[in-house]
């Protein structure tokens, strides 16, 4: 499966965003769908995750007010919504494809997952 992201863009704070994810060469079925994040100089960071199979999510805390993880079954699309961004959200954001148990620990790392897309950057200015 690859995958690519897209969506991503400078946007002033208090904006929105949606990013998407799409794969080719396969298919989302059966995966765990999810959506990381990566600022200058610091880790790679879980933001959201969605479940292809039950449709279950899970956020970082951060974040899970102003943002909504979802997928388009029919065009097999992930997105993610961003609202009311703030500066601190500046980062190359990744989405990602994974198999590991719902609810395994590893769900919230970069290691617990397969695939990953090439990243699109948000830039939110203050």
């Known amino acids: 499966v690859q995958l690519q992201a897209s969506g991503g863009g400078l946007v002033q704070a208090g904006g929105s965003l949606r990013l998407s994810c799409t794969a080719s060469?396969?298919?989302?079925?059966?995966?765990?769908m999810a959506w990381f994040r990566q600022a200058p100089g610091k880790e790679r960071e879980f933001v959201a995750v969605?479940?292809?199979?039950?449709?279950?999510?899970r956020y970082n805390e951060s974040i899970k007010d102003r943002f909504s993880i979802s997928k388009q079954y029919l065009q097999d699309t992930l997105y993610l919504q961003m609202n009311s961004l703030k500066p601190d959200d500046t980062a190359v954001y990744y989405c990602?494809?994974?198999?590991?148990?719902?609810?395994?620990?590893?769900?919230?790392?970069?290691?617990?997952?397969?695939?990953w897309g090439q990243g699109t950057q948000v830039t939110v200015s203050s």
């Open positions: 969605f479940s292809s199979r039950s449709g279950g999510t």
């Open positions: 990602s494809a994974g198999n590991r148990p719902w609810g395994d620990s590893s769900m919230l790392r970069p290691d617990g997952y397969i695939y």
């Open positions: 060469r396969g298919t989302f079925s059966g995966y765990h």
